[in-house]
């Protein structure tokens, strides 16, 4: 199984999980690239994952849909109206003889859901590398819990997020923690890695714990307090 991951739009990422031939395509935020890649690859696309349901991780679904209309489409209900499948936390599912594991992860929106499959974690918008999604819901207390399971992996999984946020994220924990010297050494190889324009994903939970101040909030109201500050930043 290899991860291979599409820039889109203007800092999403669209990621098709390979094995063989055939691919998965999580959260197309639009088509052409996917299209491209695809049939500069002679790939065979054989589903759709969504996280949630916002545009800029759906609407290259109708699209893909329309070039390949056998696709099956798993999506948490929000995003139901793209769905084959509306799946959701404790679902238990297969891809290529895998187990995939469906972790309810809210916050961000009010039914986002990630997947875990092989030791990868496809987490849209839930968790970033350095960083987590906005609360729009604005319910913390669901964001504090998403974290938690998250971080309750193990260490060597490996973290697929949606945006190419880490150096930004960085910026912020590192104005935040001005001695941790762990974040100081992050930053540095994010920004020479973006500089090469070389993605900073995947990340790990465990270097998730050592660099992402939102998950090493002890209390809701830390982590609140934290996520105000970053979208003051």
Same mark, same amino acid.
């Given at each position: 199984?290899?991860?291979?991951?599409?820039?889109?739009?203007?800092?999403?990422?669209?990621?098709?999980?390979?094995?063989?031939?055939?691919?998965?395509?999580?959260d197309?935020?639009?088509?052409?690239?996917?299209?491209?890649?695809?049939?500069?690859?002679?790939?065979?696309?054989?589903g759709?994952?969504?996280?949630?349901?916002h545009?800029?991780?759906?609407?290259?679904?109708?699209?893909?849909?329309?070039?390949?209309?056998?696709?099956?489409?798993?999506?948490?209900?929000?995003?139901?109206?793209?769905? #084959? &499948?509306? /799946?959701? %936390?404790?679902?238990?599912?297969e891809?290529?003889?895998?187990?995939? !594991?469906?972790?309810? @992860?809210?916050?961000?929106?009010?039914?986002?859901?990630?997947?875990?499959?092989?030791?990868?974690l496809?987490?849209?918008?839930?968790l970033?590398?350095?960083?987590?999604?906005?609360?729009?819901?604005?319910?913390y207390?669901?964001?504090?819990?998403?974290?938690?399971?998250?971080?309750?992996?193990?260490?060597?999984?490996?973290?697929?997020?949606?945006?190419?946020?880490?150096?930004?994220?960085?910026?912020?924990?590192?104005?935040?923690a001005? #001695? &941790?010297? /762990?974040? %100081?050494a992050?930053?540095?190889?994010?920004?020479?890695?973006?500089? !090469?324009?070389?993605? @900073?994903?995947?990340?790990?939970i465990?270097?998730?714990?050592?660099?992402?101040?939102?998950?090493?909030?002890p209390?809701?109201?830390?982590?609140?307090?934290?996520?105000?500050?970053?979208?003051a930043?």
């Amino acid at each position: 199984m290899k991860i291979i991951g599409l820039p889109a739009l203007n800092d999403n990422y669209i990621w098709l999980i390979k094995q063989e031939e055939q691919v998965v395509i999580v959260d197309p935020g639009e088509s052409q690239v996917v299209f491209e890649y695809l049939q500069a690859n002679q790939l065979e696309p054989i589903g759709i994952w969504i996280t949630h349901g916002h545009d800029d991780h759906t609407a290259g679904v109708p699209a893909i849909l329309k070039q390949y209309p056998s696709l099956f489409v798993q999506a948490p209900i929000e995003a139901s109206y793209l769905a #084959t &499948n509306v /799946v959701k %936390e404790g679902d238990k599912l297969e891809l290529w003889q895998h187990s995939v !594991q469906i972790i309810k @992860t809210a916050g961000h929106t009010s039914e986002h859901i990630s997947y875990l499959v092989n030791n990868k974690l496809f987490c849209g918008d839930a968790l970033f590398s350095a960083g987590c999604g906005r609360v729009f819901t604005k319910d913390y207390e669901a964001q504090f819990e998403a974290l938690q399971k998250l971080t309750s992996l193990n260490d060597e999984v490996e973290i697929y997020a949606g945006h190419e946020y880490t150096v930004t994220n960085l910026r912020f924990a590192h104005q935040q923690a001005p #001695t &941790n010297t /762990v974040i %100081e050494a992050a930053l540095v190889r994010a920004k020479e890695l973006r500089a !090469q324009n070389q993605p @900073t994903l995947p990340s790990t939970i465990g270097k998730e714990r050592q660099i992402n101040l939102f998950i090493q909030a002890p209390t809701v109201e830390a982590m609140t307090q934290l996520r105000n500050q970053r979208d003051a930043f």
